[in-house]
């Protein structure tokens, strides 16, 4: 081990070889807190080159490696086991923006950029990258896509899968697959990207990407509505849909117990209405025209919809702050729950259609098993992905409801399971939901996953311990 450590120093310098326990200690846990591991050492490579030289003296001398980006992820994908045996390689250092085409509506970027470096990186040329995750300003080009990460706009631009043109990938072995191409059609056999995206870092570690750039909005419309309930959501995306199509970019749904977290916790947040209402959505509709009146529109359907009850208050945004505002209510939850505590957490997704009916049954099940818990429920409606949490208010009755994690998981995974659903909509498998997969997935799924994994890290040295 001292000659591989040697190695790796002389590879990417000493300091960026890390060792000692404190320097190694942020990589080798999550941001939830949930997982911690251990490693021989965290390496942080400066390029390509350099991550594939690290992989080739890993695999020489058979050790497991880790990849790991801004480290944002809510699985446990990117947290060493506790074993000490691999080495963690940190993405953070590629950091070349390395070609923006506005004329392609493409932008090629090393695994280390972040997501709000991207974004801005395409607003400099006119341009929009529409994917938008609380965490943009810390999570990673390469972590973002070996999550297959969704995020708030997914409904009009949908998952990182869809944004993907190309990736530069290094194998388990270190060779470099060069797929960077920008192309829209590419007919040429197998779509290879397509297997290291979603893949959490288990067949290669993806150093660079080439992604999708969109007509920049010159209008939106954002809304914070209380509406009569779920179904009152879904009725209401339909009309809107119906009416103005994609220029519905984003639809919210946020109970009113997520809502209150964050006035909690959250410094400066504040009720967007002057009473509370046990459900609302956050809309937002967006265009590239400005001769198109969606603040029209939007007000015709919502008057609509409070003629027939079931939207019940409101508030439109009057300027880009406010907006903003109304946005940072939304995506400060999760932030307000981890200060909260610790609470059973669910990324899950069904049919839009069935959302009603999944809150309404989950919710009986639940509170017939576990009387007085609180239930926070929010997320992107508008594609079928609903964040569904549960804790006690009390800490001391909270430890001991989390230790029935597995229980109450079965009720809520059973149940989607039942209506057609994922028990991962976008946060991915990583460590936390390994073990669900051969409950909820096919035989044949499985088969077919491992063999891919087979065919490209037939040792299993790629991040082991996760997804399967």
């Not at 497991?64 to 953070?92: E, Y």
């Not at 990186?121 to 995750?133: D, N």
């Not at 907006?323 to 939850?333: F, G, K, Q, T, V």
């Not at 017939?368 to 804790?391: K, M, T, W």
Request: a negative charge; proline letters at 5%.
């Amino acid at each position: 081990m001292d000659a591989l450590l040697d190695t790796l120093r002389a590879l990417v310098g000493p300091a960026h070889c890390l060792t000692d326990a404190a320097a190694t200690a942020p990589y080798l846990r999550d941001w939830r807190g949930r997982y911690s591991g251990a490693a021989q050492a965290v390496v942080l490579p400066a390029d390509t080159a350099q991550v594939a030289d690290v992989v080739r003296v890993c695999a020489a001398a058979g050790v497991p490696i880790v990849p790991q980006g801004g480290n944002t992820g809510l699985c446990g994908g990117a947290t060493p086991l506790a074993d000490g045996k691999s080495v963690v390689v940190n993405l953070s250092r590629l950091r070349q923006i390395r070609n923006v085409d506005p004329a392609n509506n493409a932008i090629t970027v090393d695994a280390g950029v972040t997501l709000a470096e991207v974004q801005a990186a395409a607003e400099g040329v006119g341009r929009l990258f529409p994917l938008s995750l609380a965490s943009e300003g810390s999570c990673e080009v390469g972590g973002v896509i070996s999550t297959n990460a969704g995020g708030v706009q997914v409904l009009r631009y949908g998952n990182t899968r869809e944004l993907v043109l190309g990736l530069e990938v290094v194998l388990p072995d270190g060779r470099t697959w060069n797929g960077l191409r920008a192309l829209r059609k590419d007919n040429t056999g197998y779509d290879l990207k397509q297997l290291f995206i979603g893949a959490e870092g288990t067949l290669g570690i993806i150093t660079a990407a080439t992604l999708k750039l969109f007509a920049k909005p010159r209008q939106s419309v954002t809304a914070w509505l209380a509406v009569a309930g779920p179904a009152a959501a879904v009725a209401l995306l339909a009309r809107l849909r119906g009416v103005a199509g994609d220029r519905v970019t984003a639809f919210e749904l946020i109970s009113r117990p997520s809502l209150a977290l964050v006035l909690q916790h959250i410094p400066g947040a504040r009720d967007p209405l002057a009473q509370p209402h046990p459900w609302y959505v956050l809309v937002e509709l967006t265009d590239t025209l400005v001769s198109v009146d969606l603040a029209g529109v939007l007000e015709t359907e919502l008057a609509a919809a409070i003629a027939e009850g079931a939207v019940i208050d409101g508030t439109l945004a009057a300027s880009e702050t406010q907006a903003a505002a109304l946005w940072r209510l939304r995506e400060n939850i999760s932030e307000a729950q981890k200060r909260e505590g610790v609470s059973i957490k669910h990324d899950i997704s069904v049919p839009v259609s069935a959302i009603p009916e999944f809150l309404e049954r989950a919710d009986a099940a639940l509170e017939a098993c576990y009387p007085g818990l609180r239930i926070v429920a929010f997320g992107h409606v508008g594609d079928g992905n609903l964040h569904y949490n549960q804790s006690r208010p009390s800490q001391d009755e909270n430890a001991a409801f989390i230790a029935r994690t597995d229980e109450v998981g079965r009720i809520v995974h059973d149940l989607v399971h039942e209506l057609g659903g994922s028990i991962s909509a976008e946060h991915g498998i990583g460590q936390l939901k390994r073990p669900l997969l051969p409950v909820y997935k096919s035989t044949i799924e499985l088969d077919l996953m491992r063999r891919i994994k087979q065919a490209f890290d037939p040792e299993g040295r790629m991040n082991p311990g996760k997804v399967l």
